[in-house]
């Protein structure tokens, strides 16, 4: 009698290890989560008889990730977060008590850095004539190879999310260096003894939904703009991409602005059909004239500083912003007279809301403070940048910052 117990004491042992190993191998040689699957139901469902496995996995939610020999209607109605949740240890599930689980016969919770992982149903269980059932003597044996496979199978899961972190990093980087392309590089800005044109650029992730620029229309007229889309990132930096190829394809010294900022507004209503729109300040200047005529729509004015009379002047808002309506009602163009040195500095709402010390938004009370001398517009844009510790050491910015700053002599 106990020479018989001590073979099959070995024989168990031996069907022990040859499982892990088995398993370990099997893991050692990257199988997919489905395959690892299949070899765990195989060995539970041939070797120990047992009827039902159904596995329940977190991965951002609770799934279903195995359910053999089960028929739907014996699980649909069972929540993890009522039933399983409270369940610490192997619990044996009393037929009578739990009408949802009755199904099932043992619950086998596997814990991972001591929060759930997953849940392993086990059901119609064998039970041998005489003696205790294979599946009770193995009991233990079967939750250490749930935790082996199930943290294998996370493992497996955090893998496959870290190679796509990466290469959404990489795409991000890519698509942080296309963008910078459309965004003028201050040296291709116009300098020249008619004005000076000066800009900066920093989105609050690696890409983002401003816009600036200024390019010549012709030989005596240059147009510059401004522009930011609602929201950040992916979808507002495309949408930035596609407006600033239409106001380059667009934009004209011929072109009437109220035309422009209309086909610009229908052109984004077509691209994206209402989810999104964008604020914009476009101007033209002529050199000879000095005729200034622009349109603000919805966005932030600029400051405008005469640097003789050191007056300051904010253009009104003309219209709505683009893509907010399918057609603009009222655009109302304005003109001015340049008569005298003038500077101008456009921004966006991510520099005019950024919050001060007492959480107060700074407004335009910095640019004003900054722009009223008689140095070069690039020196107040740093003076200002410097002030606000932008784009390193102000732990309170939350939007893309974009500030075009634009100077006229006479």
Not at 87 to 104: D, N, Q, V, Y
Not at 239 to 253: I, P, S, V
Request: hydrophobic fraction near 40%; charge should be negative.
């Amino acid at each position: 009698m106990i020479r018989k117990e001590s073979k099959q004491s070995r024989q168990l042992s031996k069907f022990k290890l040859n499982s892990l190993l088995e398993i370990t191998r099997a893991i050692n040689e990257n199988l997919t989560t489905e395959e690892l699957l299949e070899r765990y139901q195989k060995l539970l469902r041939e070797e120990l008889n047992i009827g039902k496995i159904l596995i329940y996995k977190f991965n951002d939610h609770w799934e279903t990730i195995l359910s053999s020999g089960c028929n739907k209607n014996t699980y649909e109605n069972i929540s993890v977060e009522k039933d399983l949740l409270e369940h610490k240890e192997i619990t044996f599930i009393p037929s009578a008590e739990k009408k949802k689980l009755s199904s099932f016969d043992i619950i086998i919770p596997v814990f991972n850095n001591n929060e759930p992982l997953a849940y392993v149903l086990i059901g119609d269980i064998d039970e041998e004539a005489e003696g205790m059932s294979p599946v009770l003597k193995h009991l233990h044996f079967i939750q250490t190879l749930s935790n082996i496979i199930m943290v294998a199978i996370e493992n497996i899961r955090l893998f496959k999310e870290s190679l796509r972190q990466e290469a959404l990093k990489k795409e991000l980087e890519l698509a942080s260096k296309m963008q910078n392309l459309l965004i003028p590089d201050n040296i291709n800005l116009p300098h020249n003894d008619n004005m000076f044109a000066t800009g900066f650029y920093h989105p609050h992730y690696d890409i983002g939904g401003d816009y600036y620029d200024c390019l010549y229309l012709s030989k005596n007229d240059v147009g510059f703009c401004i522009a930011d889309v609602s929201g950040k990132g992916i979808s507002a930096a495309l949408l930035m991409a596609n407006f600033q190829a239409n106001m380059r394809g667009l934009f004209t010294h011929e072109i009437p602005l109220e035309s422009l900022v209309t086909e610009l507004n229908e052109r984004v209503i077509r691209s994206v059909q209402g989810e999104k729109f964008l604020t914009l300040f476009v101007a033209r200047y002529n050199f000879e004239s000095h005729k200034l005529e622009y349109i603000n729509a919805a966005h932030n004015p600029p400051v405008f500083y005469s640097t003789d009379s050191k007056e300051i002047f904010m253009p009104e808002t003309s219209c709505v912003g683009i893509g907010m309506l399918d057609e603009i009602p009222v655009i109302k163009k304005g003109v001015l007279k340049i008569q005298e040195h003038t500077k101008i500095i456009c921004y966006t709402d991510g520099l005019s809301e950024l919050p001060d010390e007492n959480g107060e938004e700074i407004g335009t009370i910095v640019i004003e403070k900054y722009i009223s001398n008689k140095r070069q517009v690039d020196e107040n844009i740093e003076q200002i940048i410097s002030s606000q510790k932008i784009p390193d050491g102000n732990d309170r910015m939350f939007d893309d910052i974009s500030i075009l700053g634009v100077e006229f002599f006479l």
